[in-house]
């Protein structure tokens, strides 16, 4: 069992930068692929970035490619998600997920642990 705890979003405005961090709970965090993904006012929940077990194999969705970088940190339990150049468009909830397998995925529902989310809000 992993517990994922989420921090970091808050109001930015366009352009600004923010950092979101994802404590996990469990000595077995370096074997999960970890996740992140957001989820806007009256939208579906759509895909960010993924990040394999060594932090050696990332993937992003187009919208965020070049400006989102996702990390990991296994000794300190946690997965971080820098986002610079923010746009109106990427305010949502934001949620980390955790995915007991080698391989990275963009599928929401390959992952096996949530996060309650972070919201993040970014003013024109």
């Known amino acids: 069992q992993v517990q994922l705890v989420e921090s970091g979003g808050g109001l930015v405005q366009t352009g600004g930068s923010l950092r979101l961090s994802c404590a996990a709970s469990g000595r077995t965090f370096s074997s999960y692929v970890m996740g992140w993904f957001r989820q806007a006012p009256g939208k579906e929940r759509e895909f960010v970035a993924t990040i394999n077990w060594s932090g050696s194999s990332t993937y992003y969705a187009d919208s965020v490619k070049g400006r989102f970088t996702i990390s990991r940190d296994n000794a300190k339990l946690t997965a971080y998600l820098q986002m610079n150049s923010l746009k109106p468009e990427a305010t949502a909830v934001y949620y980390c997920?955790?995915?007991?397998?080698?391989?990275?995925?963009?599928?929401?529902?390959?992952?096996?642990?949530w996060g309650q989310g972070t919201q993040v809000t970014v003013s024109s």
């Open positions: 997920a955790a995915k007991r397998s080698l391989i990275t995925s963009s599928v929401g529902d390959a992952y096996d642990y």
